[in-house]
T-cell receptor, first 114, second 116 residues
Framework: AQSVTQLDSQVPVFEEAPVELRCNYS??????LFWYVQYPNQGLQLLLK??????LVKGINGFEAEFNKSQTSFHLRKPSVHISDTAEYFC????????????FGTGTKLQVIP | DAGVIQSPRHEVTEMGQEVTLRCKPI?????LFWYRQTMMRGLELLIY????????DSGMPEDRFSAKMPNASFSTLKIQPSEPRDSAVYFC??????????????FGSGTQLSVL
């Protein structure tokens, strides 16, 4: 079975400061990894994905994430946050091959402070 | 495309009543997911359809919950009878699975269900 852990439920950060949102996964097989963002009263939107290839992936809105297989991590980073980045961020995993079950983490609320 | 369309946006009902949530996936998508979101449990996958066939319904909490997908453009999630603990936001998401994975789930705006 696959699982995703987001240790930080809330992350406050000042505007223009860098931020890292942590994600660790557990799976007995290789995985595909995703970050989604949820703005208030909306559904989730895909931010970026790792399927294969380069372990550093870039997404929308200046976000990037790095896949680290040895540490089973997929942390999300942004060098300088904006007020509009205030939202909830979800890490997700799919096991490669077979059934396409998307498992989400519990989410991290990013609060950008002006 | 208008995106994944869910109805109603809000539903308030009394305990014991039947509730039906509706979802219209994006045209051409072959995978459909129903999720439930609560503060306590986060996002839980309830059921996953591929090509209108339920692949995994292990997340459906009880027999009170049922889901159908009679065709590629429509799905329903029914709760009968409803209970206060069913109060949550229910999301429908669709995706085009061409292998190796469902790369991009597109979510609807959700249905906020309140059972009194």
């Amino acid at each position: 079975a696959q699982s995703v852990t987001q240790l930080d439920s809330q992350v406050p950060v000042f505007e223009e400061a860098p931020v890292e949102l942590r994600c660790n996964y557990s799976s007995s097989v290789s995985v595909y990894l995703f970050w989604y963002v949820q703005y208030p009263n909306q559904g989730l939107q895909l931010l970026l994905k790792y399927l294969s290839g380069s372990t550093l992936v870039k997404g929308i809105n200046g976000f990037e994430a790095e896949f680290n297989k040895s540490q089973t991590s997929f942390h999300l980073r942004k060098p300088s946050v904006h007020i509009s980045d205030t939202a909830e961020y979800f890490c997700a995993v799919i096991n490669s091959g077979g059934y396409q079950k998307v498992t989400f983490g519990t989410g991290t609320k990013l609060q950008v402070i002006p | 495309d208008a995106g994944v369309i869910q109805s109603p946006r809000h539903e308030v009902t009394e305990m014991g009543q039947e509730v039906t949530l509706r979802c219209k996936p994006i045209s051409g998508h072959n995978s459909l997911f129903w999720y439930r979101q609560t503060m306590m449990r986060g996002l839980e996958l309830l059921i996953y359809f591929n090509n209108n066939v339920p692949i995994d319904d292990s997340g459906m909490p009880e027999d009170r919950f049922s889901a159908k997908m009679p065709n590629a453009s429509f799905s329903t999630l029914k709760i009968q009878p409803s209970e206060p603990r069913d109060s949550a936001v229910y999301f429908c998401a669709s995706s085009l699975f061409r292998g190796p994975t469902n790369e991009k789930l597109l979510f609807g705006s959700g249905t906020q269900l309140s059972v009194l």
